[in-house]
């Protein structure tokens, strides 16, 4: 059994960046996939960006293509969500996830982090 734990959210001016943290416990989740959603207010989750067990291969939404980069570090049991360039329209409850294989899917995820909210103002 084990769990993730998102943060890093915050409210910030567009143009401006944010790191968000994963943090897993209770298992390792070194051969996971590690998935990065957000859910605006009144819209479905959609599916950021996702990185492969050994970090080898990343996937990005169009929409963030070039701004975010995700990483992991798996002696931390982590994954990050690197936001640059942010625009008001990332306003969002950011998740991470985790996935036995890679998918831009919700259902395809088994864990999933508490949420974190990211405002972005201009």
């Known amino acids: 059994q084990g769990a993730l734990a998102d943060s890093g959210g915050g409210s910030v001016q567009a143009g401006d960046s944010l790191r968000l943290s994963c943090r897993g416990s209770?298992?390792?989740?070194?051969?996971?996939?590690m998935g990065w959603f957000r859910q605006a207010p009144g819209k479905e989750r959609e599916f950021v960006a996702s990185?492969?067990?050994?970090?080898?291969?990343?996937y990005y939404a169009d929409s963030v293509k070039g701004r975010f980069t995700i990483s992991r570090d798996i002696s931390e049991n982590a994954a990050y969500l690197e936001m640059n360039s942010l625009k008001p329209e990332d306003t969002a409850v950011y998740y991470c996830a985790a996935s036995r294989v890679q998918s831009r899917v919700t259902v395809s995820y088994d864990y999933w982090g508490q949420g974190t909210q990211v405002t972005v103002s201009s």
């Open positions: 209770g298992r390792s989740f070194s051969t996971d996939v």
């Open positions: 990185i492969s067990w050994n970090g080898a291969k990343t």
